[in-house]
């Protein structure tokens, strides 16, 4: 199960400013935090309403929450075209098709941004969407939320179930509810951002999916895993 932003996308400081520019401009505020640990929930959706509740002392309204979407994606595209496009983690291409072609193993999607915004860094860097089942902000303000539900969707997709479920992700709250939730957890970091998994408990980290062999290896003892019973 991956995440997306950091963890298959070079993505992380276009979203960042792209969502701050989107409150800017469609909620008028400024000075709002980008220390995302410092929100219950880091996701579009938790942030979006916390920022609403400390700025305006209320919730959006839907209408709001879709205006700010359009916008937000709008500028993600245009920092994208203005940087020839998303770019993908290295070797995140060819570890999910060899993947997708293995028997081994079955993918799901769960991220903290909302759908239409990860679909589009996706597909920029073009990476495989189709035939993946998927959550996102949309789905559950919160990230376990979130991977709970891209679980079951997986279940009904590929109807089966999955004692055992191993998580890809760069952020601390991404071990963080991985560990809620049992699943076992892979970093996809480097530098500061590997001493902050690895202070948090993660024990198996890569700076990128280079080295496919190894990551197959981490992937396969994370839960104890044998054929068949596995969701990415």
């Not at 959006?60 to 983690?89: H, N, W, Y």
């Not at 060899?98 to 073009?126: E, N, T, V």
């Not at 890809?168 to 970093?187: E, M, P, T």
């Amino acid at each position: 199960m991956f995440d997306i932003d950091g963890t298959l996308t070079e993505s992380n400081h276009l979203d960042n400013e792209s969502y701050l520019q989107a409150l800017s401009e469609v909620f008028a505020v400024s000075e709002v935090s980008s220390d995302w640990t410092s929100y219950t929930h880091v996701t579009d959706a938790c942030i979006l309403k916390e920022v609403c509740q400390s700025k305006l002392s209320r919730i959006p309204t839907s209408r709001e929450v879709e205006v700010f979407q359009q916008r937000f994606v709008e500028l993600l595209v245009d920092g994208a075209q203005a940087s020839s496009g998303v770019k993908a983690i290295p070797g995140a291409f060819e570890m999910l098709q060899r993947l997708l072609l293995s028997d081994d193993y079955l993918l799901a999607f769960a991220g903290g941004g909302w759908a239409a915004s990860a679909i589009f860094k996706l597909k920029s860097a073009h990476l495989p969407i189709d035939n993946i089942p998927y959550a996102f902000s949309d789905d559950d303000d919160s990230r376990e939320g979130i991977m709970a539900i891209a679980l079951s969707r997986a279940e009904i997709y590929y109807n089966q179930s999955f004692p055992e479920v191993v998580y890809i992700g760069d952020g601390v709250w991404d071990i963080r509810s991985a560990r809620k939730l049992g699943y076992g957890f892979i970093g996809i970091a480097s530098d500061n951002a590997a001493q902050a998994l690895f202070k948090e408990g993660a024990t198996d980290i890569f700076p990128n999916y280079n080295d496919y062999e190894s990551f197959l290896l981490t992937l396969n003892k994370s839960k104890g895993i044998t054929k068949g019973a596995t969701v990415s």
